[in-house]
């Protein structure tokens, strides 16, 4: 927080600032109207956020009620930093901020900072509450942060009450919305595109939207169960409120403002964080064959393991997912989580002698936690667990939450939730473990932070394509993911699926080609990624070759196409290696699409080895029809991508020696 003398100032109560991006087109005019601080935004000269009050309510009174502005600051900020994973290498971090002080005219006299930064691809704002004299804690009722849109946009969302933010995005006019989870993502116009989010949640409540009078969004926190929505001692600081801006919906891929929002890496070694694909004992239970809990089809035992460390070995899987290998499954778990022990193996797994295997043949076994939501349980074992993970050589962990309320009272959305989440980050960082956390609160750019947080779900994924009674997930699901969810943080999706010799809901299946399956490894984005299928169903498929070459970290992305449920192409480049690989996918329409090549490098000549739709492919009735051709192509070539009804193209572009 920056310093000041309220004393020195000589800004009048009356007084607005300014704050404007680098490049001159988003402004943020902050000021205070009869007491009550507000902002507004305008992108090239047009208000986007019409004037919008802002307050906070605590036990004790309401800061913005009536206000005096005491004075202002205001400063430039840009600098690169390096990922040591991501969609690039490198990010800019390049804002204008501005910060006013304000104290409450009341017998308390409170004093309060609101800090903007405004960069090129959006604006973030917070709220900053000093420790003050005869304050030692703070109860936050409420938060009133409004967005109070100039005009009516189209929005993507899904209700606040869709558990674990498993839900299908519906598209609907903003004033029609009810209250609903960010990030809550907008087209105003052909031309201008925005998206509500928030950053750097770290100890707060999580950000919902409710409409206000219109186009008028006003934040709603997830409680406590209490009612409370934030707890803190002496001083607080919310979490960053974001509206991403862009001229196109390719923009807001491209935005890196949220992570541009948390603190730096507190990791000083990350040389044990490993990207990598992998596969696991996890879709045999989906398909109802095998069980997580002991018995005739349990599927991890120490004999199935094994099969799978040598097919990952064979073809070059970093590790091998095992769910169900630990005591607690036999029990009514989703009801009571406590029956979970996160040390104790069944009797027919033998984890000492597959972690030895595992080593042996150079693949690593992921750890999974399942608690039941029995949080406070879970952190009991937490310590002794992955220190013992760590000694076995578990270098990741996929931890899941599966009730609607956390230790049977509170929700995932929740400050209480979050602590904890925060707490198993933490633990495993100082053993050495990479998180993929399922059922999480939305996640906000923590991995900047602490990058060992490699993936979280938070989706309505491959699952849902195995026992869902609608059918799976629609086709145009992800075409509208990366937009909605993906912009919120890696989406552990679990794309792979290449045989659909299953049924445990008639009808129910992955409703997308081969082609587009292989293509959701590049366009849904993962540090940590699974190849879904069990491991009998890709022997002798071509799309193997795709899968199993496709990178999971990159050094450079772009968006060629892009329009929110109707198609996507996405190319990345490898962080080891000059190839590219793209990722085309469509909706329930055929797609003809050209993506120009201007990202290859100049004067060079490439490889295109391209896995498209085949001339009779639809994901109705003929989904596996596939073609494989190469052709050769350069920085000026237009490739020509002709995508079939829910279908795909995935293409990998090797330079030339």
């Known amino acids: 927080m920056l310093a000041f003398n309220p004393l020195q100032s000589c800004v009048k109560a009356s007084a607005a600032g300014t704050a404007v991006s680098p490049n001159g087109r988003n402004v943020v005019t902050v000021g205070v109207d009869a007491g009550r601080p507000y902002y507004l935004v305008k992108v090239d000269g047009r208000t986007v956020v019409d004037s919008s009050f802002v307050s906070l309510e605590f036990l004790d009174g309401t800061l913005g009620a009536n206000s005096e502005l005491l004075g202002s600051e205001i400063s430039s900020f840009d600098q690169t930093w390096e990922q040591p994973w991501g969609e690039e290498t490198a990010v800019r971090n390049n804002y204008n901020a501005l910060i006013l002080h304000f104290r409450e005219a009341d017998s308390l006299s409170r004093i309060f900072d609101i800090e903007f930064r405004v960069f090129d691809d959006g604006v973030g704002f917070r709220y900053l509450i000093p420790a003050q004299n005869g304050v030692d804690s703070l109860v936050l009722m409420d938060e009133n ?21 498993e839900g299908i995005y519906k598209a609907s006019p ?17 031309s201008l595109y925005l998206s509500i989010h928030e950053a750097a949640l770290t100890d707060y409540a999580s950000l919902n939207l409710t409409p206000e009078n219109g186009t008028c969004l006003r934040s709603y926190l997830t409680p406590w169960s209490t009612g409370e929505k934030v707890f803190a001692q002496g001083s607080l600081k ?32 990350t040389s044990w964080i490993e990207p990598g694909r992998y596969i696991g004992i996890w879709w045999g239970m989906h398909r109802r064959e095998n069980t997580w809990d002991i018995g005739d089809r349990h599927g991890a035992t120490t004999e199935n393991t094994k099969r799978y460390i040598d097919f990952a070995a064979a073809n070059g899987y970093s590790g091998v997912l095992v769910e169900g290998w630990n005591k607690g499954w036999e029990h009514d778990w989703s009801a009571d989580g406590t029956c979970f022990d996160f040390l104790q193996a069944y009797p027919d797994f033998d984890l000492e002698e597959v972690c030895r295997y ?13 608690t039941g939501g029995a949080a406070a349980h879970y952190e009991t074992q937490l310590d002794s667990a992955f220190a013992l993970y760590n000694r076995l050589g578990i270098n990741a962990v996929k931890t899941g939450y599966v009730n609607r309320l956390m230790d049977g009272k509170e929700l995932h959305g929740s400050q209480y939730a979050v602590r904890h989440y925060r707490k198993v980050i933490e633990t495993a960082a100082r053993n050495h473990i990479m998180i993929d956390n399922h059922e ?17 779900e938070g989706v309505r994924g491959q699952e849902y394509n195995a026992w869902c009674p609608e059918g799976g997930n629609p086709t145009e699901h992800t075409v509208i993911l990366p937009f909605t969810r993906g912009l919120a943080g890696p989406m552990d999706y679990t794309p792979g699926v290449l045989k659909y010799n299953y049924e445990v809901v008639p009808g129910t299946r992955p409703m997308h080609t081969t082609a587009k399956e292989l293509a959701l490894s590049v366009v849904l984005y993962s540090p940590l990624q699974m190849s879904a299928d069990i491991i009998e169903n890709y022997v002798d498929q071509p799309g193997m070759e795709f899968i199993t070459t496709c990178p999971t970290s990159w050094s450079k992305t772009v968006v060629p196409q892009a329009k929110i449920g109707e198609y996507l192409a996405i190319a990345r480049r490898d962080r080891n290696s000059d190839s590219w690989y793209i990722g085309a996918i469509t909706g329930t329409n055929v797609c003809n699409m050209d993506v120009p090549l201007d990202f290859l490098d100049e004067g060079a000549t490439y490889t295109a080895r391209i896995f498209c739709d085949g001339e009779n492919a639809d994901y109705r009735t003929n989904p596996y029809d596939m073609d494989i051709h190469e052709m050769d192509v350069d920085s000026r070539t237009v490739l020509p991508l002709n995508l079939a009804p829910g279908g795909g193209a995935a293409v990998i572009i090797a330079k030339k020696r």
């Open 145 to 165: 942060t409004r967005f109070n849109l100039a005009e009516e946009a189209v929005a993507w969302s899904i209700p606040y009450d869709t558990e674990y933010y």
């Open 174 to 190: 903003v004033s029609v919305l009810d209250t609903v989870c960010t990030p809550l993502t907008m087209k105003v116009t052909d």
């Open 238 to 269: 919310s979490p960053w409120r974001t509206i991403m801006i862009g001229n196109s919906a390719a923009d807001l891929l491209l935005s890196r403002m949220m992570l541009n929002l948390n603190e730096p890496c507190v990791i000083e070694d």
């Open 358 to 370: 595992a080593a042996e043949k150079g693949v690593r076994l992921i750890g999974h936690n399942e």
């Open 440 to 456: 999480p609160v939305m996640p906000t750019g923590l991995q900047r932070t602490y990058p060992n947080l490699m993936t979280q």
